[in-house]
């Protein structure tokens, strides 16, 4: 009934416009969605490809000057301006330099909020500036500044300098083309496929949001309170959900050595008592969880599972503290944390036999090597200006493909996939959604069962996505994925995923959403995604690739000799999709 009495404000009062800015004539102009496309696409990665596919000048899109028609968009969930702290998502989509295919990245932080808090459903950046510049979004106008002052700063710096709380900047890694910079966004280390670089090459260096709107009431907040209650009781409920919502998600290691998919010198191993300290050692005292802190969702986050494997298990460097050294500086100069971790694990595996003469030594390599290393790179001087080139450009160069673990030439992030055979079907796919399932509960892989866990590999891009529009951290999940027996996906916790996803939708939008048109939001991103990299690949038939490693050599320190079943599990996905 609340929700009814306002259904004839709905669309008004949800402003949604989208901001385009134009780097080339340092211009911007402020476009309405149209209520029917606003429905149609609603937020985060649907409506982040849908803008980048219209705004994006495909004749401009080669190698030499590609980043003039490839856009930069940044779009929030629909619903992150409720009062929700763990509904914060965000997508950012360009064009990848690495792959040739879209970079999709999504992240959780306040910086979801600050976008919508401007007036805008989405920011869209195009063409190339003809100098270092930055830009601020203020009161509805767009003002652009030089930013020469501001070259080579690391991240922090600027942040420091500029003092402003809504800010997204590059590093120095940016601004010399480092292929795997990412971009520093409120104090989060975001995005892969090299979004940092292509924003060095519009030489962009930072823009800050100052917004006018600070959140706002739900259409309903008895029915929104009853959810977040619904919401926090099941994560309270389980073990892991109880301990992610105080930890953050680095408390997964503690399942690493019993699954055995922890990626461990170079793939090297599985299981490792090491990895114990990497683990949180204390537990934060009197957090409720009626208003959690939920780490895994917010700006300020400890270590997190990726970094803490990626630039610490990956690497044989078990010191928390050490890690979080390492992980700091690449938030300081820019560079993203995978691919970082993934090419100083191939430099040590090379360099232990006798190849990269002209590195140090990384055998037993500890922070403060990493650290100059890192520098080395960044600036892209001395032995750092070789190791800047990606991963498929060195290996290329020096060999050592078998200690190189990526898909078409973009690192893998940090799990052995022989023990997660449905994460490693999406990932041969460059899809990067994490499979809650099996982390929690290890692989089910029995052979002529490929097209169930084909199900579970649809039903969490789906979800996944579905989360990412309505503007949910898809971590909140978890407790629907932790019952010993009925982790899979079509068993009731799947309806009620997409329920409540679609009861949150309507309270954000006003109007009534179901769980089926929630799950279509999914569906479609996923359908669109496929279409966008297809286009710009010219490709039609199957694809799908792992390295040779996972699929041929089982052998590690795990007791079960395992491989990725990849032809099998593709062949049943491609099937279900209807592609021949």
């Not at 992980?327 to 944390?337: F, T």
Request: aromatic share 10%; glycine share 8%; proline share 4%.
């Amino acid at each position: 009934m609340y929700m009814r009495k306002k259904l004839h404000l709905a669309f008004p009062y949800r402003q949604r416009f989208i901001l385009h800015i134009d780097l080339e004539s340092e211009t911007s102009t402020s476009i309405p969605l149209e209520e029917e496309e606003a429905k149609h696409f609603l937020g985060g990665r649907l409506l982040a490809l849908m803008l980048w596919d219209r705004f994006a000048d495909y004749e401009q899109l080669g190698e030499e000057d590609y980043e003039r028609g490839n856009p930069v968009v940044f779009a929030p969930g629909a619903t992150v301006d409720t009062p929700l702290g763990y509904c914060n998502s965000y997508t950012v989509v360009t064009k990848s330099p690495v792959t040739g295919t879209l970079s999709v990245s999504s992240a959780n932080s306040s910086l979801a909020g600050a976008i919508v808090g401007c007036g805008y459903a989405a920011l869209v950046i195009t063409g190339r500036s003809r100098k270092l510049c930055s830009f601020s979004i203020a009161d509805g106008l767009v003002s652009f500044s030089d930013a020469e002052e501001y070259h080579n700063l690391t991240t922090t710096d600027v942040a420091r300098k500029v003092e402003k709380e809504h800010l997204v900047v590059i590093g120095p890694a940016g601004e010399h083309f480092v292929l795997y910079a990412s971009l520093y966004a409120n104090n989060q280390n975001v995005t892969q496929g090299g979004v940092g670089c292509v924003c060095g090459m519009k030489n962009i260096k930072f823009f800050t949001l100052s917004p006018h709107n600070h959140g706002r009431e739900a259409y309903d907040p008895h029915r929104l309170g009853l959810l977040n209650q619904a919401y926090m009781k099941d994560l309270g409920k389980t073990r892991m959900g109880n301990t992610m919502a105080k930890e953050g998600s680095i408390a997964l290691l503690a399942k690493a050595n019993h699954h055995g998919w922890a990626a461990i010198d170079t793939y090297s191993m599985r299981v490792d008592g090491r990895l114990w300290g990497l683990c949180p050692h204390s537990v934060p005292k009197g957090i409720s969880l009626h208003d959690p802190s939920f780490p895994v969702c917010q700006d300020h986050t400890p270590l997190d599972l990726e970094t803490a494997m990626a630039l610490g298990s990956n690497l044989e460097l078990f010191d928390s503290r050490s890690v979080q050294q390492v992980a700091l500086r690449c938030l300081e100069n820019g560079l993203e944390v995978v691919s970082t971790g993934a090419v100083l694990a191939w430099a040590r595996a090379c360099r232990r036999e006798g190849k990269l003469s002209f590195l140090p030594d990384l055998q037993y390599s500890k922070a403060m090597l990493y650290l100059r290393l890192l520098d080395a790179i960044t600036y892209k001087k001395g032995s750092g200006e070789e190791l800047g080139i990606g991963l498929s450009s060195l290996v290329e160069k020096y060999g050592g493909s078998e200690h190189a673990f990526m898909v078409d030439g973009l690192p893998l992030p940090p799990y052995d996939y022989r023990a997660l055979p449905v994460q490693a079907l999406l990932v041969a796919m460059g899809r990067r959604s994490v499979v809650f399932g099996e982390l929690l509960w290890g692989n089910h892989y029995h052979r002529g069962r490929e097209r169930r866990l084909v199900s579970w590999a649809l039903y969490v891009q789906k979800l996944v996505y579905a989360c990412e529009s309505v503007g949910l951290c898809p971590w909140v999940t978890i407790s629907t994925f932790s019952h010993r027996f009925f982790h899979y996906p079509h068993f009731s916790f799947a309806r009620k995923n997409f329920s409540r996803l679609a009861l949150l939708a309507s309270l954000g939008e006003g109007y009534e959403i179901n769980a089926y048109a929630v799950r279509s939001y999914g569906e479609e991103a996923l359908h669109l995604q496929l279409t966008l990299d297809d286009k710009l690949l010219k490709r039609e038939s199957r694809y799908g690739s792992l390295p040779d490693q996972l699929l041929v050599n089982g052998k590690s320190n795990y007791r079960s000799a395992q491989v990725v079943p990849l032809a099998r599990l593709l062949d049943a996905y491609w099937s279900v999709l209807g592609r021949k």
